[in-house]
């Protein structure tokens, strides 16, 4: 009855990990170029049970009497756990603000930026021009060009598809657009950013356009999540419950049966 409580209790813990990263989800549906997280869950590793006998004879000559017998009942299942969390990156819907530092990505690219921990990669282009006339991010991190942070002076500024960056007709630099052969490497570290966790590898973009004037809005599905949220806590609850039948048993177990009168 005991491993029953802690299978229950196993499969609570997802059902609130799982709340909680749909509740994330839906708190990012308005933020720019925000991709939603799934939470992949897989079963713990089973346990084989026997009934222990003893064997009041000789079997086959090869037995003593008292040797105990183990027979194989079945398998006994120890709940669930976490298994990943990895991030969807479809195509967010774009939308168009008229700001000429606004900038979205068609295609699988990111926007690479310099933050105190090193380079880190963004679909949120709502860039802002700071106090030092560099492009840079709502957070401060500075967007990079092939030629470093890139600059923009006072005039006409012209971000072409290619993402060459141009003042009143004169090519400044080239963003630095990044596409990962392994996209499943890269990893969430807050502030809508991604980190390259070792094996993404970096290409050039050859398959993303920058459209300048636009933001890409968040993938995230307000109905859907919605939906799954309803499921994860009515699984939560489903877990508690047995944990407390559980518990009931348990008890009853321990007062009544072991106070039987034989």
Do not use: C
């Amino acid at each position: 009855m005991v491993r029953g409580l802690y299978s229950a209790a196993a499969g609570a813990l997802v059902a609130q990990a799982a709340a909680d990263n749909i509740a994330n989800n839906l708190a990012n549906v308005n933020t720019s170029g925000f991709k939603t997280t799934l939470l992949q869950v897989q079963s713990a590793p089973t346990l084989d049970l026997y009934r222990i006998q003893t064997d009041p004879g000789q079997t086959a000559g090869r037995r003593t009497p008292g040797t105990a017998i183990a027979q194989h009942v079945g398998e006994l299942g120890t709940g669930s756990w976490i298994y990943d969390t990895p991030t969807q990156y479809q195509q967010g819907a774009l939308e168009s603000t008229g700001n000429a530092l606004d900038l979205a990505i068609s295609g699988p690219g990111f926007f690479s930026v310099q933050t105190p921990q090193g380079v880190r990669y963004t679909r949120d282009g709502q860039f802002i021009r700071n106090a030092q006339g560099l492009l840079s991010t709502q957070d401060g991190n500075l967007v990079l060009g092939q030629n470093g942070p890139v600059v923009i002076a006072d005039g006409k500024l012209d971000i072409a598809r290619s993402g060459a960056v141009s003042v009143n007709g004169v090519v400044q630099n080239q963003l630095q657009v990044t596409e990962f052969a392994n996209s499943t490497a890269l990893r969430k570290q807050g502030d809508n950013l991604f980190v390259d966790t070792g094996s993404a590898r970096p290409v050039p973009a050859t398959a993303s356009v920058v459209q300048q004037g636009f933001l890409e809005k968040s993938n995230a599905n307000v109905v859907r999540s919605m939906v799954d949220l309803i499921v994860a806590e009515r699984w939560f609850d489903a877990n508690q419950k047995s944990m407390q039948t559980e518990d009931d048993a348990t008890g009853l177990a321990i007062n009544t049966v072991g106070n039987t009168k034989q």
